[in-house]
């Protein structure tokens, strides 16, 4: 089992850099979980696709629509919110991806991100061994 977040799974949908190990972990065994967060992430991820960097609309809004179909679990984000918030505080981080890390820590398992930030942020700390980077 991995958490994925928004970073990873926009490169699911859309050709990015790291799409094809993205694309690797879609292929694989794993059962992919997420918070239901993911779906507003992804979401937000696809307005940005079309307002600067021109896709198109059509394109965006079937991809955004099919999203869900790529987790076997979107696990709600009031089950997780009192931990996000608790991992925020500790690692002075957005309280956005530790939803991701409190379902990680929650399940036993890793969480998969193609954002380098959070891997440098959770280096080192007790939340090391719950990230993985893409």
Not at 2 to 14: K, N, P
Not at 19 to 41: F, H, K, N, T
Not at 68 to 84: G, H, I, M, Q, T
Request: proline share 3%; net charge negative.
């Amino acid at each position: 089992m991995l958490v994925i977040d928004a970073s990873v799974a926009i490169r699911w949908m859309f050709a990015l850099d790291r799409s094809d190990q993205a694309e690797g972990l879609l292929q694989s065994s794993e059962r992919l979980i997420a918070p239901d967060l993911v779906l507003a992430e992804i979401t937000n991820a696809a307005w940005k696709l079309v307002a600067f960097a021109g896709f198109a609309q059509d394109t965006v809004r079937l991809t955004v629509s099919a999203a869900p179909k790529a987790f076997e679990e979107l696990v709600p984000s009031v089950d997780l919110k009192d931990r996000a918030l608790a991992i925020a505080l500790e690692l002075r981080h957005p309280a956005y991806d530790c939803f991701y890390l409190a379902l990680a820590e929650q399940r036993g398992c890793q969480l998969v991100t193609a954002d380098d930030r959070l891997v440098r942020r959770c280096a080192g700390t007790v939340f090391a061994k719950l990230v993985r980077a893409l």
